[in-house]
């Protein structure tokens, strides 16, 4: 079974400086999904960035960027230029590429909290 | 806006209490899922379904059961609610590819 795991259960950054969260996963499948959600206080989930396994360029998203490490299966997220509006949890996920059954669901680590300070 | 929407958005309840959690969307999507959250755990999947009346067990699915009737709906039932099933509790669908959709939770709370 896979396994997704975030190691950092908080962290902390200045305002407009950079961060690092990390994420680590576990599968024997070749081809599937890796998933950033951020998760304010409002409880809702927002997905901040995606990657297809079968990218090897690593995905984009304004200040938001990973560094895709298939080998070593390592998914970080790097957040740029932080702002106080960045301030939630942080949730890496895996998917498998396959659609049927159980196949298609999220497996989530255990999140990350962000505090940023002004 | 999102096509998908949980109700009730709290709750408390007494042990022992029937509970039923709705979830409702309006994407005609196949997929639904039923998650948990709670604190040093993420989010655990309960149950999901792949059409009406298809569904099947998640990781912590014990204490839960569900139901899907229509493509729209998936309920989330708790036949006699404990303590240890005081949580947030997550609808989700399964969109185009890989696009998921999450309501916006339900913060229960059995006393």
């Known amino acids: 079974a896979q396994t997704v795991t975030q190691s950092q259960p908080e962290m902390s950054v200045q305002e407009a400086e950079t961060v690092t969260l990390s994420c680590t996963y576990d599968t024997s499948e070749s081809d599937y999904y890796l998933f950033w959600y951020k998760q304010p206080p409002s409880r809702q989930m927002i997905l901040v960035i995606r990657q297809e396994a079968y990218k090897q360029q690593n995905a984009t998203e304004n200040r938001f960027s990973v560094n895709f490490q298939k080998a070593a299966k390592s998914f970080s997220l790097k957040i740029s230029d932080s702002q106080l509006g960045d301030a939630a949890m942080y949730f890496c996920?895996?998917?498998?590429?396959?659609?049927?059954?159980?196949?298609?669901?999220?497996?989530f680590g255990k999140g990350t909290k962000l505090s940023v300070k002004p | 806006d999102a096509g998908i929407t949980q109700s009730p958005r709290h709750k408390v309840t007494e042990t022992g209490t029937p509970v039923t959690l709705r979830c409702h969307q309006t994407e005609n999507h196949r997929y639904m899922y039923w998650y948990r959250q709670d604190p040093g755990h993420g989010l655990r999947l309960i149950h999901y379904?792949?059409?009406?009346?298809?569904?099947d067990k998640g990781e912590v699915s014990d204490g839960y059961s569900v139901s899907r009737s229509k493509t729209e709906d998936f309920l989330l039932t708790l036949e006699s609610a404990t303590s240890s099933q005081t949580s947030v509790y997550f609808c989700a669908m399964r969109g185009q590819q890989y696009g998921y959709t999450f309501g916006s939770g339900t913060r229960l709370t059995v006393v």
């Open positions: 379904s792949y059409g009406v009346k298809d569904t």
């Open positions: 996920a895996y998917r498998s590429s396959n659609y049927g059954g159980s196949q298609g669901n999220l497996i």
